[in-house]
């Protein structure tokens, strides 16, 4: 069994603090997608249960066994790198039988298994091609051949797909899903992009400044972002934030927020705010409507620009000082001045205090 | 090409110029070829010409050991002797030697430098950059005596031993590429389970071939054209190389004068094999020592 | 288990691998580096102990005519041999640069540096001949007298400087070649487009981008021929008149033919602090390191 556990791991270079005390349980067979912008840490998490680098404090346990001081070969994981890191001067054979070779596999065994995974991934064509001769997805196709033909406990993908371009990733993005399901196997995922993120994974861990944010399946973490970062970070067009106030206290942790003139009780689980207190209020540029809603704020916007998608419109428009970006659905002729009304239902709307912790438990829809 | 381009006056006088360079470069060598062709009697007469009047091959006769002592005086000698083709056996096995094994030496050191973070690395990284600023006239007493201490004296191991193990800019290259060379790579190869040594035989080893080449091309140059060190080890003529084989055959004039016929002809002789090597692998000269300024 | 911590195997591994050349350096660099030290602080001839006789060889370097004599000519040589090597250099490479790309005349260029010494010295001592020599017979051809060249002791010096100019020189012309091939061609365009000359070009962005090549030819070439000696042992052997005895043909002379072991190192320990000396200040003048290109 493969599940892996972080207990206070930190990693310093030098003196230079990178990783700090991440603590971290992944279950066997999950796909783990880590997200974050670039320099969170991301990709050190990944190399040091790798074993690439060397912890400086904590514990790695990869099925329930102390890794700490076990070499990178021997933790059973398997790495996709995301330049592939193929070996330039073996063909696409050697690269694959090269791991096995070091471990003294039997010719039969070595030969069973690329052809296994060669069919896997439609390599049988290039396996007597270099490297060189291949294209961009054929070459993160050998890397991922690699790393199957091993057959690890864990897959380890550091930003496979970052070197395609966007209808290859797409498709790379469909593969890997689909080896998933197929390998079963524990598999960590490392990517800035936040749409695979939530594509593909059982469960997202976004990182920001060497910091777990939050751990959660993609629909916790839309739903329910412990904080704007989190919220931020997660769906595409960006969360949009305005300031709003909180103009009374109620009874049973109720607040009465105000925003451009109106007021609406929210339930909240904080009992440290207090009367006049700034507070963001946030929502999803596809849950704003163009029309006033019966329970919720409404608003005028200004257009600043509109960019027609066809199915789709975004709306990147202003709110008196702040940029706010809208989506609608349908054809349109919205452009650039108008002025629209809009309005958002307060089950759409997120609530974070002035140090941008969530404020509300929202209700996650059911399935 | 060339032509299509404007001659300006500018261009006409560098070209004037590069031209006359090329001639003053080439000129001296072809005179020397020119001069081992002649017999010894002819040689104030035939002084201020471009070709020999009677062209013979006795020099070359003579150096190669095919004419006896006083045939070779006879015709023209001085009596002097040099066993070229030993000499250049000598040159060819002294160089080999250098290049393989140091090249080797010094890319393994390389590596480690580059990649292997071990304890004192910048240290010694340090001190064999600094082994380069040492006039090799310091060590040059200390590694005589040395030697002649081990008995090495006259012994290819000797005339080898202060180059073949060690170079302090063969190990300053070679590191400057391992380091260019994409770490994942060697990431990948030790997930699959390589070790050190199995990384840099399997995989930084084969991908630094052009390096090595360069390191060796240089390595060829300056050992195939050594001269002091092994001029005070390889007194006898059997350990001769063929610069210290050519001085101590200048040096020999028991006539008197110069056997500048024989002299010549063992220059063209010595010649040869660097023109070869120029013809065959031209731009891979070039461009290594080119590269030894780059850095 | 055999457990080791990862410091401790990556130091194993990275011993066993420069194991070869560490060895090469200790034996051949290192310790000779001391152990001439050690043998300056004595008197030796090679056939008897060493005796210990503290400074008295670097008092007596200092009272030694011949001595200063080898620096003064070595620090003349240097003078006669660098500018004109350089400058001829930088011509060729500019002018390679601008006419041809062609390998033949690359390695034409570079064939007298990648000849020996020795050889290139036998070529010479042939061409300078003051009899048979073709030299002095173009030299009376255009009506001039006749020169003794390597035989004179006032030109002896000189010659020796002419013949590793001549071996040098395409060296010289390769390293600013390479430099010159650094140098971003657009900036030639747009300064071009602004009416800047040739010459201004040349002045204004190719010599001072050229400068760490500059500071690698200057280096190498003055520290390298301080320390001339094959050209001057074939030709001359420091004579006539010791007009060509520079430093390191005295020190070895003073090794191995006077076998004054101890003298000849206290001078080659000098020898060292000199060029160390040098190496560093011209480093430093010219800030070698940094490149205004990337």
Known sequence: MANITLKNVTKRFDKLETIHSVNLELCDGEFVVFVGPSGCGKSTLLRLIAGLEEITEGVIEIGDKNMNNIAPANRGVAMVFQSYALYPHMSVRENMSFGMEMRGESKENIHTRITKASH?????????????????????????????????????????????????????????????????????YVTHDQVEAMTLADKIVVLRAGHIEQVGSPMELYHNPNNMFVAGFIGSPKMNFLPALISDIEADNSVIVAFNGQKILFKIQSDKLSIGDPVTLGFRPEHIHLAKQEDGFHFDITVDVAEHLGGISYLYSRFENNNMTIEVSGENVLTSGDVLSVGIKQSDCYLFDQAGKTLIERVLPNR | MILIKKMTPARCVAWLVLITM?????????????????????????????????????????????????????????????????????????????????????????????????????????????SMMIPSVVTLIPNFVLMRDLGLLNSMLGMVAPFFLMHGFAVFFLRQFFISLPKD??????????????????????????????????????????????????????????PVALQSFKSQTPQGQPDWGGLMAATVVATIPTIIMLFFFGRRIVESVQFTGGK | MPFMSRKMKNSLFGYLF????????????????????????????????????????????????????????????????????????????????????????????????????????????????????????????????????????????????????????????????????????????????EGVTEFQMFRKITLPLLRPVMVFVLVTSVTGSFQIFDTIAVTTAGGPLDSTRVIVYYIVQNAFSFYKMGYASAMSVTLCMIMLAYTLLQMHIMRASESDLN
């Open chain 2, 185 to 242: 790579i060697e990431e990948a190869a030790q997930l699959d389970g390589a070790n050190s040594f199995m990384i840099f035989f399997k995989i930084a080893l084969p991908l630094s071939w052009a390096p090595l080449m360069t390191v060796a091309t240089l390595t060829t140059i300056n050992m195939w054209n050594e001269f002091l060190w092994p001029f005070l080890i390889a007194t006898d003529d059997s350990m001769k190389t063929l």
């Open chain 1, 120 to 188: 896997i991934l439609q390599l049988d064509e290039l396996l007597d091609r270099k490297p060189r001769q291949l294209s961009g997805g054929q070459r993160q196709r050998v890397a991922i051949g690699r790393a199957i033909v091993r057959e690890p406990d864990v897959f380890l993908f550091d930003e496979p797909l970052s070197n395609l371009d966007a209808e290859l990733r797409v498709d790379m993005r469909i593969q890997i899903a689909q080896l998933h399901k197929k390998l079963k196997a524990t598999m960590i």
């Open chain 2, 22 to 130: 090329l001639v003053v470069t080439l000129f001296p060598l072809l005179f020397v070829a020119k001069t081992s062709f002649v017999p010894a009697g002819e040689l104030y007469t035939t002084s201020t010409q471009l070709l020999p009047d009677n062209p013979t091959l006795s020099n070359y006769k003579k150096i190669f050991g095919l004419l006896s002592t006083e045939e070779s005086i006879a015709a023209g000698g001085s009596g002097a002797n040099i066993n070229i083709t030993t000499s250049m056996i000598n040159s060819v096995i002294f160089t080999g030697i250098i290049v393989i094994v140091q090249t080797f030496n010094c890319a393994l050191a390389a590596y480690a430098f580059a990649r292997i973070p071990f304890y004192g690395s910048k240290l010694l990284f340090g001190a064999f950059v600094a």
């Open chain 3, 18 to 193: 420069i194991f070869p050349a560490l060895i090469g350096f200790l034996l051949f660099y290192a310790w000779p580096a001391g152990r001439a030290v050690g043998i300056s602080f004595t008197d030796w001839n090679l056939l008897s102990e060493p005796y210990y006789v503290g400074l008295d060889n670097y008092v007596d370097m200092l009272e030694d005519d011949q001595f200063w004599n080898g620096l003064k000519l070595s620090a003349y040589y240097v003078l006669l041999n660098i500018p004109l090597q350089v400058m001829l250099g930088l011509f060729l490479a500019v002018a390679m640069d601008r006419l041809t790309k062609s390998l033949f005349v690359k390695a034409a260029i570079l064939l007298p540096y990648l000849l020996s010494n020795v050889l290139v010295a036998l070529v010479w001592l042939w061409m300078l001949d003051p009899i048979l020599g073709i030299v002095n017979s173009l030299v009376s051809f255009f009506g001039l007298t006749p020169q003794a060249y390597l035989g004179d002791p006032d030109q002896a010096l000189v010659s020796v400087a002419a013949i590793n100019i001549w071996r040098h020189m395409g060296l010289c012309a390769m390293l600013f070649l390479a430099g010159l091939q650094t140098i971003p061609k657009y900036l030639y365009e747009s300064a071009s487009l």
